[in-house]
């Protein structure tokens, strides 16, 4: 049981070009989150996909797509990377409902460069 | 939206002091809330929750947290810290019927031996 897997761990990446952040979970949750880190700042959430086929914008979307592949498949893509994306960039999954078995379980991260 | 505020970004302390950080949330309802720590270098792991229940939670490590519904607060306390718990220490709350967190900006705990 992997838990919430993410690849790369680590990216540099030139302004202007493409890539794709993959995310994947073991956990049969329904509920995917990117989120990314900066220092002093928290947590902000850029996407987040409430189940299979639905996805919906969070608090920093601008600059940024995701693709729910399937139940276990949540990817971000930036499309044109700025410096202003150089980050750490985390995934979650989560059960849905009020159960208290619900907390978001967190990947190991991504660390983006933009130059 | 929800919003978190944890004070004292950063906190400096020793080995055997105790450590107290606030949380507060900006409006009520039915809240859940939560603990994570990220040690250096790692990802975020759950250091406790509170959905229902007994308003003082007890999580992983000798850490626990009281949940103040009249002041919406979340404050984490431990007795008496060690080394190892250094790391950064986030807030989340999520509003009942929604599955978003919204985190607060952390406190970087540094604990000196």
């Known amino acids: 049981n992997a838990g919430v897997t993410q690849t790369p761990k680590f990216q540099v990446l030139k302004t202007g070009q493409s890539m794709t952040l993959q995310c994947a979970q073991d956990?049969?949750?329904?509920?995917m989150y990117w989120y990314r880190q900066d220092p002093g700042m928290g947590l902000r959430l850029i996407y987040y996909?409430?189940?299979?086929?639905?996805?919906d914008k969070g608090e920093v979307p601008n600059g940024y797509n995701v693709s729910r592949l399937n139940k276990r498949e949540f990817s971000l893509r930036l499309e044109s990377a700025a410096p202003s994306q150089t980050s750490v960039y985390f995934c979650?999954?989560?059960?849905?409902?009020?159960?208290?078995?619900?907390?978001?379980?967190f990947g190991p991260g991504t660390r983006l460069t933009v130059l | 939206a929800q919003s978190v505020s944890q004070h004292n970004h950063h906190v400096i302390l020793s080995e055997a002091a105790s450590l107290e950080l606030g949380c507060n949330y900006s409006y009520g309802g039915t809240v859940n809330l939560f603990w994570y720590v990220q040690y250096p270098g790692q990802h975020l792991q759950l250091l406790l929750k509170y959905f229902s229940g007994d308003p003082l939670v007890k999580g992983i490590k000798g850490f626990e947290a009281e949940f103040i519904k009249s002041k919406f607060s979340f404050n984490l306390r431990k007795p008496s810290v060690q080394w190892s718990d250094t790391a950064e220490y986030f807030c989340a709350v999520r509003d009942y019927g929604n599955n978003r967190l919204a985190f607060g900006k952390g406190n970087q705990v540094v604990v000196i031996p």
């Open positions: 956990m049969n949750h329904n509920s």
């Open positions: 979650a999954s989560s059960t849905v409902g009020e159960s208290s078995d619900n907390e978001q379980f």
């Open positions: 996909s409430a189940s299979e086929g639905t996805t």
